[in-house]
């Protein structure tokens, strides 16, 4: 009698553990997957901070907080939605709207077809650079590597 109620014992708990460990398995499947870099980017953004570069000379232009920035980006917003379309507000009342997408790989971002550089895009900052030609004291045109830090309004 004691050896059947040992048997019966031990299949009770065999059983048991191979519930529970079947139970703990399956909960890995309900962990929150990463966002994918495109769920990253849809909020809306506001600079941190705007950057030019020309060689070795590196300028910051604007900073968010600082009193004597060259340019006042405070109020510029970059609105990405999910159905691919983007708006930016330029702090002058003029709003632009277009569409977005994120190619190569996550590391470029086309806004309506003109690629922006993405250095970085989590859910605390996206950082971004662009080329653009100026025309130096001299005349000539120069390449400018532009380069932004964008952080979720909060």
Same mark, same amino acid.
């Given at each position: 009698?004691?050896?059947?109620?040992?048997?019966?014992?031990?299949?009770?708990?065999?059983?048991?553990?191979?519930?529970?460990?079947?139970?703990?398995?399956?909960?890995?499947?309900?962990?929150?997957?990463?966002?994918?870099?495109?769920?990253?980017?849809?909020?809306?953004?506001?600079?941190?901070?705007?950057?030019?570069?020309?060689?070795?000379?590196?300028?910051?232009?604007?900073?968010?907080?600082?009193?004597?920035?060259?340019?006042?980006?405070?109020?510029?917003? *970059?609105?990405?939605?999910?159905?691919?379309?983007?708006? *930016?507000?330029?702090?002058?009342?003029?709003?632009?709207?277009?569409?977005?997408?994120?190619?190569?790989?996550?590391?470029?971002?086309?806004?309506?077809?003109?690629?922006?550089?993405?250095?970085?895009?989590?859910?605390?900052?996206?950082?971004?650079?662009?080329?653009?030609?100026?025309?130096?004291? =001299?005349? =000539?045109?120069?390449?400018?590597?532009?380069?932004?830090?964008?952080?979720?309004?909060?």
């Amino acid at each position: 009698m004691n050896l059947f109620l040992y048997r019966s014992t031990a299949s009770v708990l065999s059983a048991f553990v191979l519930i529970f460990g079947l139970m703990a398995c399956s909960q890995s499947d309900d962990d929150p997957q990463p966002l994918t870099k495109a769920e990253l980017l849809v909020r809306t953004w506001e600079v941190q901070s705007a950057t030019s570069a020309y060689g070795r000379t590196s300028y910051l232009f604007y900073e968010k907080g600082r009193s004597d920035n060259d340019s006042d980006l405070s109020a510029y917003r *970059f609105a990405f939605r999910a159905d691919g379309s983007y708006s *930016f507000i330029d702090g002058s009342s003029s709003t632009y709207m277009g569409v977005w997408q994120l190619t190569d790989n996550d590391t470029s971002l086309l806004l309506d077809g003109d690629p922006l550089t993405v250095l970085t895009l989590t859910d605390k900052n996206l950082d971004f650079s662009f080329m653009s030609d100026e025309t130096d004291t =001299n005349g =000539n045109v120069i390449q400018i590597t532009n380069t932004y830090r964008l952080v979720p309004v909060q």
